[in-house]
């Protein structure tokens, strides 16, 4: 039933734009991990319910992300951070191929090297954290001091392709990498400061607001 159901939203799923269709295929044919077709949109949702003026993304990798955001509120403004060299030009080329170079400041190195750079920018409407798994609670506790008053928190593959549930077919690897998401989820929800939802989007999308 819940693969009918899956099958079902993806059906209906917004068609990307042509320029966003190029940069999936090119994910694809270099699998290059990029957000499924439901998790994007229900990103692109979450900011223009929000409409925040400026997101801080950490793990740009090709920018596809960064410029389905931008394309879901064009006035955005958007700090996004890659430390691998490869993704990093080539994100910098597909921004500047769509003229969003002003609007996206791609910072290139590890986010915690950066941190006083990515502060310079603060404060941050929205953080989108979708990268090295293991670091997701560092990121959230340095990047959560940045918010405005208004700021939310999303993080993405906090499913882990449904091993957070259950992890007895996985790889010792994949297990691993479950058990450090499972630990990062109990800890958001437990979390004094925050409010917490995890939704079956794409590989789990976790949306933590600030607690009044």
Known sequence: MLQA????????????????????ELAAEDRVPIMEPLGIQFLMQLIRLHQPDKILEIGTAIGYSALMMRHAKPDVSIVTVERDAVRYDQAVTHIQA??????????????????????????????????????YQ?????????????GVIVSDNVLFKGYVADDSEATPRKANI???????NDWLFEHEAYHTTILPVGDGVAVSVKKK
């Open 138 to 150: 560092r990121f959230f506790e340095a990047y959560s001091e940045m918010l405005s008053e208004r």
């Open 5 to 24: 159901i899956m099958g079902y939203l993806e059906e209906h799923v917004e068609s990307s734009p042509e320029w966003a269709k190029k940069l999936e």
């Open 98 to 135: 769509q003229g969003a170079q002003d609007d996206i400041l791609i910072l290139k190195g590890d986010a915690f090297d950066l941190e006083e750079i990515i502060k310079a920018h603060a404060p941050y409407d929205f953080v989108f954290i979708d990268a090295a798994k293991g670091q």
């Open 178 to 184: 479950a058990k450090k998401v499972r630990k990062y």
